[in-house]
Nanobody
């Protein structure tokens, strides 16, 4: 059974940092794009970042560019989202997702493209 489990969320003050992890089980992430998405109360789910199966291509939402870094360690079957300079507007439930991909040069950005999802981890940025 394919499963993604996120961890690393929590309460942090503005300007602080968190690192989210996404561990896959039941399948290997080597051939999968990974995406991070978030959903704030009353808002639609939005894309935060994605990384290609090779790790060679990454994309970021404009709102997080320069502050967030996506990475992956295929040997550990794990993906990460390093978040720095956090702002109250970053408060949301963060989800990781995976989709089988055949190109190392692009990563899917639309949430509808992803076929496996984690349960989410809450990130709250507040003083």
């Amino acid at each position: 059974q394919r499963q993604l489990v996120e961890s690393g969320g929590g309460l942090v003050q503005p300007g602080g940092s968190l690192r989210l992890s996404c561990v896959a089980s039941g399948f290997t992430l080597d051939y999968y794009d990974i995406g991070w998405f978030r959903q704030a109360p009353g808002k639609e789910r939005e894309g935060v970042s994605c990384i290609s199966n090779s790790g060679g291509t990454t994309n970021y939402a404009d709102s997080v560019k320069g502050r967030f870094t996506i990475s992956r360690d295929n040997a550990k079957n794990t993906a990460y989202l390093q978040m720095t300079s956090l702002e109250p507007e970053d408060t949301a439930i963060y989800y990781c997702a995976a989709v089988r991909s055949f190109s190392p040069y692009v990563c899917y950005e639309a949430p509808g493209a992803y076929t496996s999802w984690g349960q989410g981890t809450q990130v709250t940025v507040s003083s």
